[in-house]
């Protein structure tokens, strides 16, 4: 073992999309965040690909681990545990990380850790503002989740309030930007079209917070609704023979994602009495649901945590600052014979 006087040395691996993360920690110190993405060669297909991402893997794991190690300035056998993402995700995408996991921690002859890519998303906060509040209310906001979480202890479980009942807030953003013309992954170009756009231009759905809709899916999302809204919006004025102000089209639909976000977040934290809440996910960069989280959160004495961007979006640091606090907390760690399991539950923080 490393010396644990600063935190136990972790290296963590994410393979569950289109990124190859590998990153290193020592405690909630960050060492090292590789990232190879795979996102050019999916663009022209308006999506990831899965077994275009799973070659990617392949071809990223070892070169990404090399840049990580030389970043970090350690060697392989210095680490005291390997961390990997073994769901949720794409399966043949996590069966390469978790492959090279096993690999990694039967050579070295050091732990392996199979952790829920959610929690870790939780977690990386931790290597930027430092302890998680306990409790804290996560909200995961990505192109493949949507949820709502009540978190005791990341490495205990965590408590599902809500989640999407469709498309993510992520696929949702991906899936406007292209009715827009706009490049995959769609996310960054409707924030940054949205900026000089009027948010209050169209006045588009807000999906589950009817008074009929909010006994049943209080803390539950829905973006299929507004999606087609704009879908539909967009047609008309195309049959119209009208331009579309595609500004103002990325700002209010920018507007009705972020208002439901916050809105549903600060009701979950108030009706939990949680006073701090965590944004994470790819969506989590957006610039308006930032501003619009800090301002509401303000107004009712709730503090938001957002990780920087680089740290928002899929990485390996993330994996590994799980890994480190499961580590320093003293909690079991995988079997070698550990399964890549693609609807891997919330509740399952380590495999
Ligand atoms: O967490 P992430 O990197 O991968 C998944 O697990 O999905 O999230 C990617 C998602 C994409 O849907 C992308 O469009 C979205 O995050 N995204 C954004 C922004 N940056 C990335 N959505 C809105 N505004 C952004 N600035
Ligand atoms: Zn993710």
């Given at each position: 073992m490393s010396s644990l006087t600063d935190g136990p040395l972790v290296l963590g691996i994410e393979t569950s999309c289109d990124e190859t993360g590998i990153g290193i920690v020592r405690g909630h110190t960050l060492l090292a965040d590789a990232v190879a993405s795979s996102v050019e060669e999916h663009a022209r297909f308006g999506g990831v690909v899965p077994e275009v991402a799973s070659r990617a893997h392949l071809e990223a794991m070892v070169p990404t681990l090399e840049r990580a190690c030389e970043t970090a300035g350690?060697?392989?056998?210095?680490?005291?545990a390997i961390a990997v993402?073994?769901?949720?995700?794409?399966a043949g995408a996590l069966l390469v990380g978790v492959a090279a996991a096993k690999a990694l921690a039967l050579g070295l002859g050091k732990p392996l850790y199979g952790v829920n890519h959610l929690a870790a998303h939780v977690a990386v906060d931790q290597l930027e503002h430092g302890p998680l509040p306990e409790p804290c209310l996560a909200m995961l906001v990505s192109g493949g989740h949507s949820s709502l979480l009540k978190v005791e202890d990341v490495t205990v479980g965590v408590d599902p309030l809500g989640a999407t009942i469709d498309d993510a807030a992520g696929e949702a953003f991906d899936k406007v930007a292209r009715l827009l013309g706009l490049?995959?992954?769609?996310g960054p170009h409707i924030d940054k079209a949205a900026v000089?756009?009027?948010?209050?231009?169209i006045d588009f759905p807000r999906g589950l917070t009817a008074r009929r809709d909010l006994e049943r899916h209080r803390f539950d999302f829905s973006f299929s609704g507004l999606k087609t809204s704009v879908a539909r919006w967009v047609e008309a004025k195309q049959r119209a023979g009208e331009t579309v102000d595609v500004a103002d089209v990325a700002a209010s639909f920018q507007e009705a994602v972020c208002d439901v976000l916050t809105r549903k977040a600060l009701d979950a934290a108030v009706t939990h009495g949680i006073e701090d809440i965590l944004i994470g996910g790819g969506?989590?960069?957006?610039s308006r649901l930032r501003a619009m989280a800090e301002e509401r959160a303000a107004a009712k004495g709730i503090r938001v945590r957002v990780p920087r961007p680089g740290l928002c979006t899929d990485n390996g640091a993330m994996v590994a600052a799980l890994g480190a606090e499961l580590v320093a907390r003293g909690r079991d760690a995988s079997s070698l014979d550990l399964p890549a399991d693609s609807s891997q539950p919330i509740t399952t923080v380590v495999a």
């Open positions: 350690i060697r392989l056998q210095d680490v005291d993402t073994s769901g949720p995700g794409l490049p995959f992954p769609g000089s756009g009027n948010s209050v231009a969506v989590a960069a957006n």
